[in-house]
């Protein structure tokens, strides 16, 4: 029973997604039906346990990762490799917290996938191959934040000729009243949800995240307003780039941009974060002019402090999992150190120095997920990965040249020319429909068709829909035709 399940479930995976991408209200009702609403005392068998989560449960699932034509939020999909490595993890269920290189690989095994991650974006390893995974983007953003939290207090206190403490050990109000400042805020420009969650996490506060954007780009930094927010003397700062805005897929910087900012942060002793979930995935393009303006807008982040990546989107491995990279190896421990734990450490090696994961990151336990990264990482290689987020950004730019030319919709951002729109795209389409009164109600109706699926999001005040894609079965002629045809089915309703 086990086996053949397992084989079914490899071919759910393998296989074409047939149903809609959101599940019936048949589906989901009889779904809700099944769920008990006590623990009974006694168990039922596993086949009955596994009949269950199959006939009743299952098919109240969305196409989220299954489902090429799931453009909602940006979810990516599983590839085979990632699947079989992912099963290998459950079933060896490795735990990989303490580095102790007798006992297991495992610690090696996630170093080394950190390592490949490193190639694949072109970061320079003998600054770049140090970090950790985490549970996802928002896992990796409070990594960074946490880090500069420690770098931009202990550059205050060199300033100032203050012996320096740890935030990690003293905690956020004694180091800030040691120093006679009144807080840190986050600058940056149009950032991800989770970025602003993150300063609430860290006691730097939601509130003290602050645009700094120009007037006439949102995601543009206005130079001379981030220096005199860096010049503050009552408050210390972190820059947080837009590595990839999550509505328009489009880059808050160029290499020219980062390299003032970087000096701006140099010169007031300021962290340099940036947030590429998605977006570091323009460096694996070519130097090819198809892509040449969205491999700009990834250019010059190596020239940051701290990377968020994630995981279980463009990479297409399964939830969840996110990277993060920073090139101060020393910081992370002052915050994330298991104190008292000395049994902990690392153990010796031959190797390269490994630190144990539960010193500089969030969790003591933790899920193997370096696995299915390393196993899809092998399977496709640097030219795999290429191909496909190449697909994804032709399908993109496909459906902005259809949209551009249809009466019924209007492209976002508003742009001056066609090709400049096409030049700028990502793997994000940003729209909404002329009409008023259609597109209050754009995304549901393309939603019920249950063909396609996207998000609803705002932009500019008025609500917009927002095509991601991110799945590693992409096909441009194939998705294409679906995507257009229901957008043009939705518009003659
Ligand atoms: C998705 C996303 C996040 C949050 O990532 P999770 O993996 O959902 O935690 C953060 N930043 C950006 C730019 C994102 O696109």
Not at 130 to 148: D, P, W
Request: glycine share 8%; hydrophobic share 40%; with cysteine.
């Amino acid at each position: 029973m086990q086996e053949q399940i397992l084989q079914d479930l490899w071919k759910v995976a393998q296989g074409k997604w047939e149903s809609g991408v959101l599940p019936s209200a048949e589906s989901l009702a009889r779904a809700r039906a099944s769920l008990p609403t006590t623990l009974p005392a006694t168990g039922t068998s596993l086949e009955a346990v596994q009949r269950h989560i199959l006939d009743d449960i299952v098919p109240a699932f969305n196409g989220g990762s299954i489902s090429p034509n799931y453009y909602g939020f940006i979810t990516g999909g599983t590839t085979p490799a990632a699947l079989f490595a992912d099963n290998v993890v459950s079933a060896y269920d490795q735990n990989v917290q303490v580095h102790i290189p007798n006992h297991s690989i495992v610690t090696d095994v996630e170093f080394r996938a950190l390592g490949l991650l490193a190639d694949l974006f072109r970061l320079d390893r003998s600054v770049w191959h140090n970090g950790t995974f985490t549970t996802g983007a928002t896992g990796s953003n409070i990594l960074g934040l946490a880090c500069g939290r420690e770098y931009v207090l202990r550059k205050a206190a060199e300033k100032k000729g203050v012996q320096v403490n740890s935030v990690g050990e003293f905690g956020l109000f004694e180091v800030l009243h040691a120093l006679g400042l009144s807080g840190i805020q986050v600058l940056s420009t149009l950032p991800h949800s989770s970025l602003v969650k993150a300063a609430g996490v860290l006691g730097i506060g939601r509130a003290n995240v602050r645009n700094v954007c120009r007037a006439d780009n949102p995601l543009h930094f206005d130079l001379e307003q981030l220096e005199k927010e860096l010049a503050r003397t009552d408050k210390v700062s972190i820059v947080a780039v837009s590595s990839g805005e999550v509505n328009t897929g489009r880059f808050a910087t160029t290499k020219e941009h980062l390299l003032q900012i970087r000096q701006l942060c140099d010169k007031y002793g300021a962290w340099l974060h940036a947030d590429g979930a998605f977006g570091i995935f323009a460096r694996i393009l070519d130097d090819d002019p198809e892509f040449a303006t969205v491999r700009q807008g990834s250019e010059g982040i190596d020239l940051v402090d701290s990377i968020t990546g994630d995981g279980h989107k463009l990479l297409n491995v399964p939830y969840d999992c996110g990277f993060f990279f920073c090139r101060h190896p020393d910081l992370a421990v002052n915050v994330f150190q298991n104190a008292n734990a000395a049994y902990l450490t690392a153990g010796p090696s031959d190797g390269p120095v490994i630190p144990s994961p539960l010193n500089i990151g969030m969790e003591n336990s933790r899920r193997f997920r370096a696995l299915p990264v390393y196993a899809s990482l092998l399977s496709y290689g640097k030219d795999g990965y290429k191909d496909m987020l190449q697909r994804q950004i032709r399908l993109a730019r496909g459906i902005y040249d259809w949209i551009y030319d249809h009466p019924e919709y209007t492209p976002l951002p508003v742009t001056s020319s066609k090709s400049d729109l096409l030049d700028q795209t990502f793997m994000s389409v940003l729209f909404r429909a002329t009409d008023d009164n259609l597109n209050r109600e754009l995304s549901k109706k393309i939603n019920d068709t249950s063909r396609m699926f996207v998000s609803g999001t705002s932009w500019d005040g008025a609500p917009a829909t927002r095509i991601a894609i991110s799945n590693w079965r992409v096909d441009v002629e194939r998705d294409l035709k679906l995507v257009t045809g229901v957008l043009a089915e939705v518009a003659r309703q």
